[in-house]
């Protein structure tokens, strides 16, 4: 049985637990508490992050990036990249778009410091980088909303990767009820088509002990 | 004629010189000084990051990632990826590892720090950053010589852009100095493996106006 080696709020992983349900694969979601380092886990990931893919063969796969790639090539149906190499430029910008910039530009001050550092026990939330997390998160959504204004999806006519990346990190602040969605039709347009997706129902169901979503986190019409 | 734009000293710029290099395609680079946020530059990359690469075609991609996979899918020949999912997997696991960890870790301390913030007036180096990367290239290095004792390069027994991420890092740390080579004998043997590639010729060459580079820097025989 293939194997997922995540944690429930990380990104990343989101990512990878979509790209696995649009392929309908199966797979046994395994939680690792990357603060705590263990040694077993930093041999299997010496740079001691999640996600990491074990394939039914034991191929073992780190890093969400390698892990998209690799799945994308191994289990080509349904795509979720387009054909040509410009083609793919354009989902790969995007993904690394959302997973560095808008990582570190809003969901790192956000969710790290609302809910990592709770969890990890790492200090207290640091009320400036809340303060730049919101302000940031506005001008990625009117980003999202430029792009889905000249294509059906983020990266062109179809669904990809990109829209995968994207909704992976806004799923997790919408779980933290800091996403804004009043103020941006157009990116909540968007996300609503993804989060009524089959391959979405897995995260609306995802439930962190002592950390409940707010309402209208799991409502398709929220 | 294909366009690289691109600063000297940017690791993911030379990375991505490496590649056209070791492919033997011909281009122009033209020098973008990101901080000055030129409004024409952003249209291109609304980034705002180099390098950006201009096929001969007018393909335009964005982001040092997307250009690699882009040039080894267009340039296949010589190719400098393995063929099976799981061996790429490998060789991207290796260069994000020094894209994004190496560079957090280490470059955005020492070359960051001390040149980046002269060229673009943003203060004075922080002397705990500087130590905190002087601290971190050891672990690396030897994360390197580790990799390479097993193996003829970082990602097999073939020289992959894996081996092409991570000279570009140290060859900008080269530049200003910060690589102890002395004390990491097997990184130092596999990076003048590299050094001695015709691709790496013209990184050699560069010179940063009113940052020269040590005696060493040029020199095979390091």
């Not at 799945?71 to 349904?78: G, H, K, N, S, V």
């Not at 969901?107 to 809910?115: C, D, R």
């Amino acid at each position: 049985m293939r194997r997922l080696i995540h944690l429930p709020l990380s990104p990343f992983c989101r990512k990878i637990r979509l790209v696995l349900e649009e392929k309908g694969l199966d797979y046994r979601l395994v939680t690792e508490k990357v603060w705590l380092r263990r040694p077993q886990f930093l041999a299997v990931n010496p740079a001691g992050t999640v996600p990491v893919f074990i394939d039914d063969d034991g191929t073992r796969v780190c890093d969400s990036l390698a892990i998209g790639e690799y799945l994308e090539e191994r289990y080509a149906d349904p795509p979720l990249m387009p054909v040509t190499a410009a083609d793919k430029a354009e989902v790969r910008r995007l993904v690394y778009w959302f997973d560095l910039k808008f990582h570190q530009e809003v969901t790192a001050n956000l969710l790290y410091e609302k809910v990592n550092k709770r969890l990890m026990g790492t200090g207290t939330p640091d009320s400036q980088a809340i303060r730049a997390g919101l302000d940031n998160i506005k001008y990625h959504l009117e980003y999202i909303g430029w792009l889905v204004d000249r294509r059906n999806w983020l990266a062109g006519e179809a669904m990809t990767l990109a829209d995968l990346a994207a909704a992976a990190h806004l799923s997790t602040l919408d779980y933290i009820g800091n996403v804004p969605w009043d103020r941006f039709p157009p990116a909540r347009d968007w996300y609503q088509r993804l989060k009524s997706r089959k391959s979405f129902r897995p995260l609306l169901a995802d439930a962190v002990p002592g950390i409940p979503p707010p309402a209208h986190y799991a409502d398709l019409d929220f």
